[in-house]
């Protein structure tokens, strides 16, 4: 078993129990799949909620959004292979189950997990656990084994933004990790690779690696330059599973003259393009809002139908900006987008290149003597820079103005 699904009715909290497994499980052996548009993801659950509900954008459940999540579990090389899903049995679900061999349920309502198990038996996954739900105050309790396999227990606390202690989790994670070593093979695409991310993570010696992005910081940022500087003369530069979007983005601006590929899920090494910013910006697929501010300018984009098209990549370009002064760029897509819209960038003079984290938005800060970034800019989102003289650095933003059509002065 590789794949396996978590399901359950909506309000029950799975993306925020999937939060709690991920911080327990080694992240560079599993990849978690969102089976739904509800515009969350890996950064969600760390950021700081306003800003988390300020950005969120969902999209809609078509054929194109359905296509690529059953590519994208049918390609995933990792160890351990997640699935979220959404909140109803519905034909969408159905293929997506049929993608996978294993499921969870979550539930708020006791009388849907019955439902839940019909639907999931029915379509010839094996079922590993039936869990309550509740928001309440009590503890997490395992129930009675009854002998059949399936972990039985009741989560509670599962609200956004928060980490819980549960009896139950811990023991979903040990069978997480026999999953894990038993797919323990090492991948064709790992052989391939020139960078790693989790050796890269061993080389500069990140201790914490409890989020999704294998504990990438932006303190991290500068080492992982200066490791991987030796293979600046190389011509072609696989990089693997390096899930910080903005790491991902300042190493391919800094392999400037090499091929530089980036490893997709669902479609293997992608080749970055090396682009110009033309005009107002390429039409294929993206949408694109530019404000010019004194200091910089904000570059935010969005997808057309929430799910990017590869086979254009090539074709984005960005709008043309002020190049007297920095860019700060904002928007959701897949880190071969972010990294080719940020390497068109670094092909100009503009002074630094930022991108929007949300994530490190409600995390503590080394540049703040260990504050977390919302206790001292409670309205404006953190933006790391990953080329200029600063590299690292984190600029505030207001949060209004990262997001796609807002036009408001920044606050500093």
């Not at 599993?30 to 993801?41: K, N, S």
């Not at 009741?154 to 023991?171: K, P, Q």
């Not at 819209?341 to 670094?346: H, K």
Request: some cysteine; hydrophobic content about 40%; charged content about 25%.
């Amino acid at each position: 078993m590789k794949k396996v699904i978590v399901c359950g009715p909506p309000h029950s909290g799975k993306s925020v129990f999937l939060a709690n497994i991920m911080a327990k499980i080694p992240c560079d052996q599993y990849i978690l799949i969102y089976g739904c548009p509800d515009g969350e993801g890996h950064w969600s659950n760390i950021a700081n909620q306003n800003v988390a509900q300020a950005i969120r954008q969902k999209g809609v459940f078509d054929a194109t959004f359905l296509n690529f999540i059953t590519k994208s579990i049918r390609n995933a090389e990792q160890r351990l292979v997640l699935v979220d899903v959404g909140g109803r049995r519905s034909s969408e679900n159905e293929i997506i189950f049929r993608e996978c061999e294993g499921y969870i349920i979550l539930s708020s309502s006791p009388e849907e997990i019955s439902a839940w198990r019909q639907f999931g038996d029915g379509l010839g996954l094996q079922c590993l656990a039936e869990l309550d739900s509740r928001l309440s105050t009590e503890e997490s309790v395992l129930y009675p084994n009854q002998g059949d396999g399936i972990l039985r227990g009741l989560v509670v606390g599962l609200e956004r933004g928060t980490f819980v202690n549960s009896v139950v989790i811990d023991v979903l994670v040990k069978r997480f990790k026999a999953i894990i070593t038993a797919n323990s093979q090492m991948t064709l695409a790992e052989k391939e690779a020139d960078i790693s991310g989790i050796q890269l993570a061993d080389k500069i010696g990140i201790e914490d690696r409890t989020d999704p992005f294998l504990g990438y910081r932006p303190w991290h940022l500068m080492p992982a330059l200066k490791a991987v500087k030796r293979l600046y003369s190389k011509k072609i530069i696989r990089i693997w599973n390096i899930r910080s979007f903005w790491t991902a983005s300042a190493m391919v601006i800094a392999f400037q003259k090499s091929l530089v590929e980036l490893f997709d899920v669902s479609n293997g090494y992608i080749a970055i393009p090396s682009l110009k910013p033309k005009k107002s910006g390429s039409e294929i697929g993206i949408d694109w809002r530019v404000n010019e501010f004194d200091d910089f300018t904000i570059v935010n984009f969005r997808i057309n139908g929430d799910i990017f098209d590869i086979s254009t990549l090539r074709k984005v370009y960005p709008p043309a900006v002020n190049q007297a002064k920095g860019v700060i760029i904002s928007g959701r897509g897949p880190i071969v987008l972010g990294a080719t819209i940020a390497r068109a960038y670094s092909n100009g003079k503009h002074p630094f290149i930022a991108m929007f984290a949300a994530a490190e938005s409600g995390r503590k800060q080394l540049s703040l003597n260990g504050q977390k970034w919302d206790e001292v800019y409670p309205v404006c989102g953190p933006c790391v820079e990953i080329a200029g003289q600063n590299i690292g650095r984190l600029i505030p933003v207001n949060t209004e103005n990262l997001k796609f059509e807002v036009k408001e002065d920044p606050i500093k």
